[in-house]
Structures are given as structure tokens and as C-alpha cells.
């Protein structure tokens, strides 16, 4: 079982370019989410999607768009990057939105802008 | 608003002695509570959660966390620290029907031999 799938995996952009983080997930879940990790801040809600055709915006949704797909993708775009935007990124997906469901992860995407 | 915080941002034991992990969250209702684990450059993984009923909660690798309503705490446990348990923990919360999953600051783990 794949789980969830991010790619890339590595990156580095320059200050203005703009790029897509693609996630995928096999489990047949109605929702995903985007977290930014930094550090000393834990894990950060940037934007979910509680089921197909939602999207919300979590804690840190400026700067960034996405786009659900599909059942199994959901996008990350960043239009005009910035050093700010330095981070880890983890989708994540769970099979209901609310109560006890359990979020499962990808390995995560390393992005640097320079 | 729903938030959780750990105690701790490093947390050092040595092999063999217990690991207390601290985690409280705010919340004027019963919530939902996860512990994660994250190796490094790896995405997380779940240890335990808390639901309903029984308070003491086992999760894999031999830990376990108990719920606390009273001090409003998920502490996350193990009686004898390995060395493969070095990594970083988070703490999660869920309230209610509340669809986000926030996550506290973590605290990364480390195992002296």
C-alpha cells in the first residue's frame, strides 16, 4: 500500500517562481490536508479539503492555493514564492473529517526558496 | 480555540529509564487526542489516540498515554527508554465535530546510551 504520496520530494525555487506540490492517496479518503512543519512550531494547517469538491482554509493560507482534484489528489500551489515559504510540507488525509479519525501522512516535500 | 501544548521542546533520557512526554490541551469539552511519532525525514506516524471510555490508552512500540480530564492532560509514557525511540513526538487534538486536526509544537526525543 502506498498511503499517501507526495512529490517532489526535494526543491528549491527562486524567489518569485512559482510551483505546484502534487499529493496523492490510495486509501479511498474523503479528506486531505496541507501542513507546513517549522521549527519549534509543530505542524501548521495551511489548507484542507473535509471532503471532494471543499476546500478551507486552515491557519496559514496566505500565499498559497489549492486545488482538490479528485478523490485521491490535492494540490498545493504557490504563485510567487518567498523565503518565508521555506518549510517542510506534509499532506496528510483521513477517512472522515471530525471525531476520532486518525490522520496518515506522506514522507513530506523540502522546499527552500532562495 | 481549540490548542494543545507540549512541555518541553528536548527531552533527553537515558536507555533503559522512563519516558514522560508532556501534553495539555484546552478545551471546555471532551476532546479527541492523538500522539505521533516522526523519525527523521519522515512523515508522522500514529503512536496512540484517545476516543471515548478507557482512559489509559496503549499505542505501538510500547507506549501508552493516559487522559486526564481533570488536568486537562495526555501524557505519553514508556517505562524503558530504547534507542530506536529517539525522534520527534507531537501531540494532536480534535474537538468535537471541529474538522481540524492542531498539533502541538513537539518535543524531540533523545536517548543516551
Known amino acids: 500500500n502506498a498511503g499517501v504520496t507526495q512529490t517532489p520530494k526535494f526543491q528549491v525555487l527562486k524567489t518569485g517562481q512559482s510551483m505546484t506540490l502534487q499529493c496523492a492517496q490510495d486509501?479511498?479518503?474523503?479528506?486531505m490536508y496541507w501542513y507546513r512543519q517549522d521549527p519549534g512550531m509543530g505542524l501548521r494547517l495551511i489548507y484542507y479539503?473535509?471532503?471532494?469538491?471543499?476546500?478551507d482554509k486552515g491557519e496559514v493560507p496566505n500565499g498559497y492555493n489549492v486545488s482538490r482534484l479528485n478523490k485521491r489528489e490535492f494540490s498545493l500551489r504557490l504563485e510567487s514564492a518567498a523565503p518565508s515559504q521555506t518549510s517542510v510540507y506534509f499532506c496528510?488525509?483521513?477517512?472522515?473529517?471530525?471525531?476520532?479519525?486518525?490522520?496518515?501522512f506522506g514522507q513530506g516535500t523540502r522546499l527552500t526558496v532562495v | 480555540a481549540q490548542s494543545v501544548t507540549q512541555l518541553g521542546s528536548h527531552v533527553s533520557v537515558s536507555e533503559g529509564a522512563l519516558v514522560l512526554l508532556r501534553c495539555n490541551y484546552s478545551s471546555s469539552v471532551p476532546p479527541y487526542l492523538f500522539w505521533y511519532v516522526q523519525y527523521p525525514n519522515q512523515g508522522l506516524q500514529l503512536l496512540l489516540k484517545?476516543?471515548?471510555?478507557?482512559?489509559l490508552v496503549k499505542g505501538i512500540n510500547g507506549f501508552e498515554a493516559e487522559f486526564k480530564k481533570s488536568e486537562t492532560s495526555f501524557h505519553l509514557t514508556k517505562p524503558s527508554a530504547h534507542m530506536s525511540d529517539a525522534a520527534e513526538y507531537f501531540c494532536?487534538?480534535?474537538?468535537?465535530?471541529?474538522?481540524?486536526?492542531?498539533f502541538g509544537q513537539g518535543t524531540r526525543l533523545t536517548i543516551n546510551p
Open positions: 479539503s473535509a471532503s471532494e469538491g471543499t476546500t
Open positions: 496528510a488525509s483521513s477517512y472522515t473529517p471530525a471525531g476520532a479519525t486518525e490522520a496518515f
Open positions: 486509501m479511498n479518503h474523503n479528506s
Open positions: 484517545y476516543t471515548t471510555g478507557a482512559t
Open positions: 494532536a487534538v480534535r474537538i468535537g465535530g471541529a474538522q481540524k486536526l492542531v
